[in-house]
């Protein structure tokens, strides 16, 4: 006789699809009267919240868009852009969030690949994507988000018929019953990242994975209930790190930030009394760099999150003045963002200021979320030993790792190996478990928090006449962390000069990706013909640091 | 075309089934050295916690033990109790802890329907499980706790032969690999409840719901990492609200509690340090009427939940002079122990402590795990309205929902209507959206923290010759809350005293569950013959309080 465990399936009353949706379905009961944003001299409740993201779903459905519908949004930190993580996936669709510094072409890009039905847009961004439908094959219905606060209004062409942000809500249904999907491993959102390999790819999030990631960094970053939440981390990011979902979990109340500066950052801080917020070390870089007169002390322990480099000892240590206790923490697009966080230990205490900031500035041991990391040799597949010296590639395992990559069968098959997401960086594990990255993927610069491919750049210089060959790699930068340096081998009887190649690459991509240095020579090769982008590498850091 | 959203199957490395004993895993991972148990003089760490379970995981494992076995535990809140939380399950088995308090019959019962394949057992509850072997078809392997610290050390029959809850662990092998479920639905532990019809009904947790609940308590009792956790909620209740397994994912440490006693209680908080612990409001009443010389005041604010029946104001009132700060919440078995919190909202500052106090003891609004909770007519299957009036019955949605009843269809089918778990107990809302229960299910009634079932004392007195008919129900009681009380009809020509059918009762039941007080005459009843027990209940209130 086998007893009866397995036959009790699940029901509708006991097994219910994770999603973060369900995460302002309970503030916005619980907590109706609470203040859920804060921009300039709009502020909204979860009551309004709520209503808000109800209404645009409900327009958003009304269009007859619904489950694996993309709806892109190209938009800066402003109340719009949080309420799109809640109204898009509400209405059934999955949310794409573009990097607002990208060029016309890769918009472009992105809006054929993602295939988007809809396009909603901060009217600053206008200008871009003008650009880019003029090359897109599909021409999405567009929705402007005009802000009255934005520094730049370009004006839209008459010829056109555009709708408006408010307009959805205002046409919207406030009684439109939400689109919990059925299944939590729906698609629910739609990240664009520049990979390893020049074209971006389209990182697919889903709904499980977001519930638990939220759940997972209230454990790991011990979130008390109402925090309050500076965004300045970009919501285009990984969905802004999953923290529109997470604040919206702990009742918190998020302020928004359009566009970065020190002092805003000091005097909102201020002003609105703020416990928690994000950034890259070139944020905090720029906080220990502003003026005397801009930064401002507070008399209380702020909570930081930091991610994408690790950040100069120097850097943690000036964060003390400022009480910003910072925790740094690693992740990639495919994995929700952080999966990794320097957890202080208890006897770090007694080590001096110095060796503390060194330890934080390991990517560190796992949050709550994340099952399984590990450091392996690629040629074996075992674990490295935790000697800080052997260096392997870190492994990853968990319900916060991507469904895999839209429309890219090849990519997602080779992102997943023996049962693992391969993250393609490299790192070494110390005897107290706490993983280094020693060696980021080696095709990856990392400049002011963006990741920047280096055979995108590359792919571009091979298209100017004079080029034979090309090799970008990182130069380090005191402001921007990273720059893209390029290494290149002229055709013979052609000519170019740094100057021009620079041009020539400015016009043809994003301006932050443009390489800074490009240095003439022959190009250092391997028996069989690959470049050895290590030496260059070594070259570059020879070059003065600019 | 259909965008290929629903092309990206799970696989291994993004898809890892939910389970609890993931906590242990990291927890020991990150923080090897902390501690982890503290149990008299016995303290063990993280790293050695690990241990004990893998080895223990391996012996359960090595005697042919795995998937949907039942172990049964009968053992007080020491190490031990704690360990088989995760060893159980490590080794693939279903943990059924038992209540210490139940009588041999029921244990029989529980041997028998449960189909234990193994026994662990606290040797001061030997006696008990000896009588219950006796009467049991199952004859499982029997592991015995020998705790040196137990009060009681009946003598174990030298005929028999027994293992040794430490020979598990010194046979176990260290390099054991768990047996994580593949499948987050795999059943977890069986959990026996009175319910309300007499028999012991067998509840059964998935991997998937425990792990959610206790990412859920995280988030909406805001725990923060390394919280000092006394265990005084006995872990065979809904085991222990969860927080074996809640307290390790946020490496806690955790001081066993054997016994309650409030002079014990007040030293442990005291010597260890304890900043959270829980327990029935007859514990807090306990603290609050213990001697003077008996109390101690800390200095600063301890975390205590409360669940079972809402706790006086005036109990609520008289913690605070020790600092303990009181979270009310509302679960049951089936619900995995707490769904519902009086979350305390900003504007209660401004009240009253009485008013507060009389806030707080309302059950609540929902934690961050449940999906929906709902007070219906049901009757019409619509929620009634929010007026504090309108009594309904709580419906409850959510992963941490049981999976059924083991091995009963029925009960499993009643329990679940329309998508909804249906709890049993009448409620109503308020305006503000917190529900109050107004009358519990009205066979239960609840003494001293424990379920007991007005349906199985009336089958035990329904035995006795002179009874015609019995109706038990909640007597109001100042030590234990409530005790039952038994209105008996006599067969017409029969005899029998108070004291005589109290003795009777005593025989055939767990002494906490005989009525403390049985009122002869004639029951009223419906047209239809049903006895009307809310007219005895009205009788019971008139009685004299004991």
Redesign the interface.
């Known amino acids: ?6 036959q ?1 399936p ?7 699809a ?1 999603t973060p949706l ?2 302002l379905q ?1 503030t916005a ?3 109706p009267q ?1 203040e859920s944003l804060i921009y300039n001299d709009r502020r909204y409740t979860w009551s309004q919240t709520r209503a808000r993201c109800t209404r645009i779903a409900s327009s958003i459905a009304s269009r007859g868009l619904g489950k ?3 709806v892109s949004v190209f938009a800066f930190n402003t109340p719009e852009m949080f309420e799109a993580h809640f109204a898009v996936p509400m209405s059934g669709a ?1 949310l794409n969030t573009i990097n607002t510094r990208l060029d016309a072409l890769t918009v472009s890009y992105i809006i054929d690949h ?2 988007a039905k809809l396009f909603i847009v901060d009217r600053q961004l206008w200008p871009v994507l003008e650009a880019a439908l003029e090359t897109s094959t599909l021409q999405p219905e567009i929705i402007i988000i005009d802000d009255p606060d934005a520094t730049e209004k370009p004006s839209l062409p008459t010829e056109r018929e555009f709708s408006y942000y408010e307009d959805l809500v205002e046409q919207g249904d406030e009684t439109f019953v939400w689109r919990q999907p059925e299944d939590e ?3 629910l959102s739609l990240n664009y990242t520049s990979g390893t390999t020049g074209r971006p790819k389209g990182v ?1 999030y889903h709904h ?2 977001s519930y ?1 990631m939220s ?2 960094t ?3 970053w ?4 109402h925090p309050r939440y500076l965004y300045t981390v970009p919501m285009f990011h990984c969905n802004g790190w999953g923290h529109a979902w997470t604040m919206t ?2 009742a918190g109340t998020i302020i928004c930030m359009r566009a970065f500066a020190p002092k805003l950052l000091f005097d909102l801080v201020d002003e609105h009394k703020v416990t928690h917020f994000g950034g890259a070390p070139i944020i905090l870089n720029m906080l220990a760099n502003a003026p005397k007169s801009d930064q401002k002390t507070f008399g209380r322990t702020i909570q930081v999150m930091t991610a994408g480099a690790p950040p100069p000892s120097k850097v943690l240590e000036s964060m003390t003045q400022f009480g910003f206790n910072i925790m740094h923490v690693y992740g990639l697009t495919e994995s929700y963002g952080h999966i990794l966080q320097s ?1 202080a ?2 006897s770090w205490k007694k080590e001096s200021i110095e060796t503390q900031a060194e330890l934080k500035s390991r990517q560190g ?2 949050f ?1 979320m ?2 399984a990391v590990e450091v392996v040799n690629p040629d074996t597949g075992k674990s490295v030993p935790a000697d800080a010296e052997t260096v392997g590639e870190i492994m ?4 916060t ?4 990559y ?2 890219d069968k090849e990519a ?1 098959q080779n992102a ?1 190996r023996d ?3 391969v993250s393609g960086d490299l790192a070494v594990i110390h005897p107290d ?1 706490y993983i280094q990255i020693k060696d980021r993927a080696k095709d990856i610069i990392i400049s002011g928090g963006e990741n920047i491919s280096s055979v995108e750049i590359e792919a571009i210089l091979y298209k100017h006449l004079a080029v034979g060959e090309a090799a970008v790699v990182a130069l380090a930068d005191d402001k921007w962390g990273e720059v893209p340096c390029a290494f290149v081998e002229l055709k013979v009887g052609c000519d170019a000069t740094e100057t021009e190649l620079i041009a020539f690459c400015t016009n043809h991509m994003a301006r932050f990706k443009r390489p800074k240095r490009v240095i003439f020579g022959d190009l250092p090769k391997t028996a069989t013909g690959k470049i050895q982008k290590n030496i260059l590498r070594e070259a570059a850091k020879a070059l003065p640091v600019s």
């Open positions: 006789m086998t007893i009866e465990y397995d009790l699940t029901n509708a009353a006991n097994f219910v994770l369900s995460f309970r009961d619980i907590y609470r694996n519908d993309t999955v993602g295939e491993w729906q698609a697919v499980r994975g638990l759940m997972g209230v454990v790991s011990a979130l008390p209930q979990a702990v957890s230990q208890e041991v796992r709550a994340t099952e990853i395992r968990g319900n790792t991507m469904k895999g839209l429309k997602t997943f049962g693992w997401f478990g």
